[in-house]
């Protein structure tokens, strides 16, 4: 997608959202769609889940600010798979698996650090950051089945900021194919060459409780009465995709103003008249404000019912004093509460309340149409059916 096609798709999905405000409407679904909350809550579903989404699509792993150097590197867990996420010489990203080739030692226990080589601390071999492996302690003594045991890499995509890896080291998945339009949309805001203000995390239920609240603005008048819904209308939306990627539109309550402008100018008003949410599918929200950016990672498990969520801060300009650092980070800070207080709190007791089996389903209105899209992309690439139809709004 060039900029013209970009620009072409905002003015469209603006235009809507003023019809939307002044006819009381909202981007419908055709029907309303049932799921069951088993789908939340059972085991045997959620690791099938697991197997067929996040073990074989892209998800974000971490962004470019958090590894600026060569040598830098920094270590998570996703799914019980220990990862060493690591910036090479060339500049070029690379994601290991954190054990050791030998007797699977977890091979680098700080959580961020440089270096040039990972010694590991049980038998001290040795591996150079790409993985390779450098040298055998008394390598002499051990054999020749050592030489090509370097450690497993996973493919992995850098770029707009964001570094996204499959966790599948056999996959031959196109990274950038899949991310397509949306990483268009996303590396033309060029946020690779933002400031990093940092990250927080926090818990939540299961992943799609976490994923759907970013989808649907239907909760904005109960659930944000004091912090979104002032600014923002509650419950109308405007939906547009690529592939299983959404772009959410969301008209603030200044949005009819923007009927004074040509509409081929509308794509340069976001934050001044309406917010977008832009969603890589499946653990990843952007919301870029003028204050503030936020990208949220979302990592399921350990348990079905669970998930942790990374939130990264980010700003276009550098900070220009130690009062706009301090006003960064307590902007961070709020946005922290807001998300954590307001929405995965909430959704803890939507998972309590799925969690006694007694509800069997719930329910997506027609105006919960980003939902509806999402769950039907999950369902598709569970079914693991290369010739089937893919989901479309």
Known sequence: MDAQDRNAQYNRMVVRMMEHVENGTTDWAEDTMIIASSEYTESEFWQTEM???YRKLPILVGMS????????????????????MTRQADNSVRVLMNVCSHRSMILVKEPVGNKRVFTCPYHAWSFSNDGSLRAVAEASKFGDECKD????????????????????PDSDIDIR????????????KGMENWSYIGNRVITGANWKVAYDGYLEGYHFKSAHPETIEPRTFSNIMEFDAHGPHLIVGYPQKTILNLREKPEDTLYACENDGYDFIRLFFPNTSVFMAPEITQVAQLIPGPEPGQNTTILH?????????????AAREQMADWLQDVVDTEDYKVGLQVQRGMASGLQKNVVFGRNERGNQFVHRWIHHYMNNDPGAKEPTL
Not at 178 to 188: R, T
């Open 177 to 188: 194919a899949f991310l397509g339009g949306m990483m268009d949309d996303v590396a033309a």
């Open 313 to 325: 801060f980010l700003h276009p300009n550098a900070p220009a004093s130690d009062e706009e650092v």
């Open 51 to 53: 197997a067929c989404v």
């Open 149 to 168: 045991r370097h450690l497993v890499q996973f493919p992995c995509h850098e770029e707009g900021g964001l570094i996204f890896a499959v966790l599948d």
């Open 65 to 84: 600010h958090e590894i600026p150097a060569p040598g830098d590197f920094k270590t998570l867990d996703i799914l019980d798979i220990p990862l060493i």
